[in-house]
């Protein structure tokens, strides 16, 4: 498998890591955080939602246009002025599920030098389809990992209490 296959791969599970570090959070469990300052289950997944479309913008720049500005965004700001508190987990997670699925799909059958093709991010400098695709399979492998570990925080905050 090429590492470009080997990508989009990665690309297409994360929607179901993501899934399956959820299933069955309810509750008081998707809005624990462990401290001030950290997100919930909902605030995590909200924000893979809303970091999946701003990553679609992205691919999409860089696909059809000559050296794009990406630009960056702050994700914390988004947190709360997008009321993540508030946003359903079901919902962010179809959301991100579809959005994810049509990123794979746009991206599965393009030419491997597509993927060399570049924009200039505001803050990274300049950086790849292939790059930027690696992000963004990292991303929500990463988060899927910090969404079981808060699940763990949560048990034992639970067991701790009793």
Do not use: C
């Not at 090429?2 to 297409?12: F, H, M, N, P, T």
């Not at 059809?64 to 002025?81: F, I």
């Not at 359903?88 to 049509?102: C, D, G, I």
């Amino acid at each position: 498998m090429s590492e470009i296959a080997d990508l989009l791969e990665r690309l297409r599970r994360g929607a179901e890591l993501v899934a399956v570090s959820i299933t069955g959070a309810a509750g008081s469990e998707v809005d624990y955080a462990p401290q001030p300052g950290k997100w919930s289950i909902r605030q995590i997944v909200a924000h893979l939602s809303d970091s999946e479309m701003v990553a679609a913008m992205r691919l999409r720049q860089i696909i059809a246009e000559e050296n794009p500005r990406l630009e960056a965004w702050d994700q914390d700001a988004w947190v709360r002025n997008l009321d993540y508190a508030r946003r359903k987990p079901s919902q962010s997670l179809e959301t991100f599920r579809r959005v994810r699925a049509e990123n794979y799909d746009l991206m599965k059958d393009l030419p491997e030098a597509a993927f060399e093709r570049a924009g200039i991010h505001s803050e990274r400098g300049r950086i790849t389809l292939k790059q930027l695709l690696q992000l963004i399979a990292e991303h929500a492998e990463s988060h899927a990992a910090q969404l079981r570990t808060r699940r763990a925080e949560f048990k034992s905050f639970k067991a701790a209490a009793q």
